[in-house]
């Protein structure tokens, strides 16, 4: 590929990311994670209903009546139902009025998630600010797998630690010197990282994601720092993004993928 063509496919890829921050349902819509454990009495502030983690553990126990206003697929809702885990904000079966009660389950704690399109952080966002689009930050790069998962223990951006699941390593070369990064691993075989450099919490976010997509069957794949994007914390404090694992912040600026967000 041309680097004027990968330059316009960035360019392409810089509008989606700015629409998808955006949408209604979005990562700026969210504004407020609420964890069950937190909760004695199951009540989350300004959201009708009672939710409780279910007695045997595997969901969260909503109860609610008919003057709460909660709609469940759609359609009012008033008794109990057990909730399991949402994919996302987009399949969150609860809502009260336009807000979706997102439920999910980290590490066996479970919590409620509150995306409403009325967030302040909609009305705010005026883009992404990234640096200029670099050909020579797109690196060939190969996956050394672990000879099994491992689980590393990293603070999270709430303040608490947690266990993050680490598939094993993604080599590149710079400037003559090889370096690698702890990666994960989604269902799929598609990688990501964590990761922070020079510019952290300088010119860019305090750390960002990188995303390299799957290795083929050699364990190659292209690491492209243009598309370093900022994690979803740096669109919303109440989501718990995991901070570099130890050996992920690169000893050299990276001044190549997204930076900050912008406001009016």
Known sequence: MSTSDARQRWKEWREERAEAASAPYGPLALTGTHW????????????????????????????ASAGDGLTL??????????????AGPGSARVAHGERKLLVLCREGQWAVRVFDPAAPGRREFAGIDAFAYDASWVLPGVFRPYDRDRTVAVENADGRTRGLGVAGELAFVKDGEEYALRVSAEADGSLWAVIADGTSGVSSYRFRFLKPGVPDAEGRLTVDFNRALLPPCAFAEHFICPFPPPGNRLPFDVPAGERNLLAR
Not at 43 to 53: F, L, M, Q
Not at 55 to 63: A, I, R
Not at 73 to 86: H, K, N, Q, S
């Open 36 to 63: 069950l454990s937190e909760l004695p009495e199951g009540r989350i502030p300004d959201t009708p209903g009672r939710w409780t983690e279910a007695p045997d553990g595997t969901g969260v126990l909503l109860t």
């Open 73 to 86: 697929d759609g359609r009012p809702f008033e008794g109990a139902t057990v909730l399991t885990a949402d």
